[in-house]
């Protein structure tokens, strides 16, 4: 019996690790593919021979990407547009999260059912009457035109990952800083906010990496070359001619735009499932 037992659980845990394997292939190898062909040469680019590495290495591609254009100015503003966006919707998201989670509001469940349909708002759907607002004020071709709106659409999942944390803290630590004479706004950013630093963490990276990878509103809110992020940039390579992609620059940029990310996800990982977990086992 106990033989049986344990044959089956040794049965389950290698289709568990097979699943996991399969899993891992399917995400990282499109990766590793991009970063193959942004060190493969174009005379072996599109050979039908298959290699997990590259047939003959070169860093021509990436030098094209510094040299033919202006990459370090769109990776300069990509990074001001997200950080700036972060910091606004962790700011934001904390009071807007701390009071859902520990004022007595009226309608909070109104409110919290507001914020959850705004974030489900198609962003085509309001492009038109954004554009014509942001260029009403003279923001088109701006920063601000891109964080304003950029703040906009992560506010929501912020508050909401922000609010789930707060109300799952234990109410005596904020009855302490009450009875030391805090009130409200000394004890979110003296005793809350420190507490509530995975899942800040947390936010923080959803929140830089949404606003990073953002296309349609920098593609329709940027008019000058000079102001596009990332994603534009990228998407506006072109070839020696009209008919040709410069395939090999295209993943030498994808590859040094998504490698930080990659890097900050690592460096952060016990932050980031410690707080995406927080709150869901209670002792």
Same mark, same amino acid.
């Given at each position: 019996?106990?033989?049986? &037992?344990?044959?089956?659980?040794?049965?389950?845990?290698?289709?568990?690790?097979?699943?996991? +394997?399969v899993i891992f292939i399917y995400f990282v190898f499109p990766f590793w593919w991009a970063i193959r062909s942004s060190f493969t040469s174009n005379t072996f680019l599109f050979?039908?021979?298959?290699?997990?590495?590259? !047939?003959?290495?070169?860093?021509?591609?990436?030098?094209? +990407?510094?040299?033919?254009?202006?990459?370090?100015?769109?990776?300069?503003?990509?990074?001001?547009? *997200?950080?700036?966006? #972060?910091?606004?919707?962790?700011?934001? /998201?904390?009071?807007?999260?701390?009071?859902?989670?520990?004022?007595?509001?009226?309608?909070?469940?109104?409110?919290?059912g507001s914020i959850l349909a705004v974030s489900m708002f198609p962003q085509v759907s309001i492009l038109g009457g954004l554009y014509q607002l942001l260029r009403s004020m003279?923001?088109?071709?701006?920063? !601000? /035109?891109?964080?304003? @709106?950029?703040?906009?659409? #992560?506010?929501?999942?912020? #508050?909401?990952?922000? %609010?789930?944390?707060?109300?799952?803290? @234990?109410?005596?630590?904020?009855?302490? *800083?009450?009875?030391?004479?805090?009130?409200?706004? %000394?004890?979110?950013?003296?005793?809350?906010? !420190?507490?509530?630093? !995975? =899942?800040?963490?947390?936010?923080?990276?959803?929140?830089?990496?949404?606003?990073?990878?953002?296309?349609?509103? =920098?593609?329709?809110?940027?008019?000058? @070359?000079?102001?596009?992020?990332?994603?534009?940039?990228?998407?506006?390579?072109?070839?020696?001619?009209?008919?040709?992609?410069?395939?090999?620059?295209? &993943? =030498? *940029?994808? +590859?040094?735009? #998504?490698? @930080?990310?990659?890097?900050?996800?690592?460096?952060?990982?016990?932050?980031?499932?410690? /707080?995406?977990?927080? /709150? =869901?086992?209670?002792?």
């Amino acid at each position: 019996m106990k033989l049986g &037992m344990r044959s089956k659980k040794n049965i389950e845990k290698t289709f568990l690790y097979i699943f996991v +394997v399969v899993i891992f292939i399917y995400f990282v190898f499109p990766f590793w593919w991009a970063i193959r062909s942004s060190f493969t040469s174009n005379t072996f680019l599109f050979t039908k021979d298959f290699s997990l590495l590259p !047939p003959e290495w070169t860093f021509d591609h990436y030098i094209g +990407v510094f040299r033919e254009h202006n990459f370090l100015r769109n990776i300069l503003n990509s990074i001001i547009v *997200a950080g700036s966006t #972060t910091l606004f919707s962790l700011v934001l /998201g904390s009071f807007a999260g701390y009071a859902v989670a520990r004022l007595k509001i009226p309608g909070k469940v109104l409110i919290m059912g507001s914020i959850l349909a705004v974030s489900m708002f198609p962003q085509v759907s309001i492009l038109g009457g954004l554009y014509q607002l942001l260029r009403s004020m003279g923001l088109i071709d701006t920063y !601000p /035109g891109l964080i304003i @709106p950029y703040t906009a659409i #992560t506010l929501p999942l912020t #508050t909401w990952i922000l %609010q789930n944390f707060f109300r799952d803290l @234990p109410k005596s630590v904020e009855e302490s *800083a009450y009875i030391d004479g805090c009130n409200k706004f %000394q004890t979110l950013y003296k005793i809350v906010i !420190p507490l509530s630093i !995975p =899942a800040i963490v947390t936010t923080g990276l959803l929140t830089f990496i949404q606003a990073w990878n953002e296309f349609m509103f =920098a593609l329709t809110f940027v008019i000058n @070359p000079e102001m596009f992020t990332v994603p534009v940039a990228i998407s506006m390579f072109t070839g020696a001619s009209q008919y040709e992609q410069p395939w090999g620059q295209l &993943m =030498a *940029a994808s +590859v040094i735009i #998504t490698v @930080p990310l990659v890097l900050l996800v690592l460096i952060f990982q016990n932050k980031i499932v410690e /707080g995406l977990t927080s /709150g =869901a086992i209670k002792g």
